[in-house]
């Protein structure tokens, strides 16, 4: 069966330090992978999205990047932490080869930028 | 753009009371629609979904959701609420080339004693 791995699960950080948020999908091939925030009292945003190795879409402009360098590996990143980078970010991934559009979400990590 | 606007932000029901939770969504062709249910401090989890056929869809945890195309509404029901269904719920529909989920900002389900 497939799963999908967020580490870490909470995270506290000052301003203007870098940050690292690794995702990893387990038991399936290909599968498109997503970032997402979710802030307080503001729903889900999507940030990022990857259809495969190295291809990246940005969905809004931020302070953050991510890169897809394996095929089933996923990693938020930032050079310099912002307040504003606070939240809940939710990895998530689904079927290429489906069109069901359920995306099945990894268990989050808690940002705190101080 | 495809999106989904969910208008209680928060809801209080008793454990044993029905509940409804509403979803409006904006598209032009019949859409698909998920219903999606986040614990505290936890990932999403589907409750169910609605691509086709009957209009009427049988999730997980006794959820169903009516699909209605007059009012642009898939809302989600359940007839006796237990204190376990305490958690946020999102309503969704792809949206973009990639078939992106696009989220309804949630509402907050807490269920009384």
């Known amino acids: 069966s497939q799963t999908i791995h967020q580490w870490p699960a909470t995270l506290v950080q000052p301003v203007g330090s870098p940050l690292s948020l690794e995702c990893t999908v387990e038991g399936t091939s290909n599968p498109n992978l997503y970032w997402y925030r979710q802030a307080a009292g503001r729903g889900l945003q999507l940030l990022f999205y990857?259809?495969?190795?190295?291809?990246i879409s940005s969905e809004v402009p931020q302070n953050l990047s991510a890169s897809r360098p394996q095929d089933r590996q996923f990693i938020l990143s930032s050079k310099k932490l912002l307040l504003s980078d606070s939240g809940f970010y939710l990895c998530?991934?689904?079927?290429?080869?489906?069109?069901?559009?359920?995306?099945?979400f990894g268990e989050g990590s808690r940002l705190t930028v101080l | 753009a495809q999106s989904v606007t969910q208008p209680d932000i928060h809801i209080t029901v008793s454990e044993g009371a029905s509940l409804e939770l509403r979803c409006n969504y904006s598209y032009g062709a019949t859409p698909y629609l998920f219903w999606y249910v986040q614990s505290p401090g936890q990932g999403l989890q589907l409750l169910l979904k609605y691509f086709s056929g009957d209009t009427l869809v049988q999730g997980i945890k006794g959820f169903e959701a009516e699909f209605k195309r007059s009012q642009s509404s898939f809302n989600l029901r359940k007839p006796s609420v237990h204190w376990s269904d305490a958690a946020e719920y999102f309503c969704?529909?792809?949206?973009?080339?990639?078939?992106?989920?696009?989220f309804g900002s949630g509402t907050q389900l807490t269920v009384l004693p």
């Open positions: 998530a991934w689904d079927s290429t080869s489906g069109l069901t559009g359920e995306l099945f």
């Open positions: 969704a529909v792809p949206s973009g080339s990639a078939r992106q989920l696009t």
């Open positions: 990857s259809v495969g190795i190295g291809q």
